[in-house]
């Protein structure tokens, strides 16, 4: 069978003309692809049905309040020649010994001293404000597996209250 100019042709213009979008087709996916903040910056009205559009703008989420007045800040040390690992810092209820933390940081390859600051910003999940005292711990961590400690990962634990400043936690072997 021989293919001519002419048939060719009129097979490129019938696929290129079946790909036509129609003004609806088009109008329907610029609404779809319109930005959840407008240029000025303001919010758009929430769609009906659809989640909350909350921190997406791309800016950084930015702690409450009484977010800043409940973190608590001071120095990891480590002893001479401590690295590589992963340095976990945990805050949790005084005395609760398992469970979930309160909030959490993970910190790959650290330098010491390290200054810290944590506090509700860094929750694993919503929760209020923290308890009257809490536990803050850090651990430089070999396997960087949070769950386990093995021989040879560094400790140090501290009892304070929320909002406290100045704390020195001094990683040791099996604190």
Do not use: K, Y
């Amino acid at each position: 069978m021989r293919i001519t100019f002419p048939i060719v042709v009129a097979l490129v213009f019938g696929v290129a003309c079946s790909q036509r979008v129609t003004p609806e087709e088009e109008f329907a996916r610029q609404d779809r692809e319109r930005p959840i903040v407008s240029a000025e910056g303001a919010s758009l009205p929430p769609v009906a049905g659809a989640p909350a559009a909350r921190g997406m703008s791309g800016a950084a989420p930015t702690a409450a309040p009484d977010d800043a007045a409940q973190t608590i800040r001071g120095t990891i040390e480590a002893p001479a020649g401590a690295s590589g690992g992963v340095l976990f810092l945990f805050v949790r209820a005084a005395g609760a010994t398992g469970g979930p933390p309160l909030a959490v940081q993970r910190i790959p390859s650290p330098s010491f001293p390290r200054e810290f600051s944590i506090g509700p910003q860094d929750a694993m999940m919503a929760g209020g404000p923290f308890p009257d005292r809490v536990s803050v711990e850090a651990r430089l961590d070999q396997d960087g597996n949070a769950m386990t400690q093995e021989p040879g990962d560094l400790s140090a634990g501290s009892e304070t209250a929320p909002g406290a400043t100045g704390i020195t936690l001094t990683l040791a072997p099996g604190s």
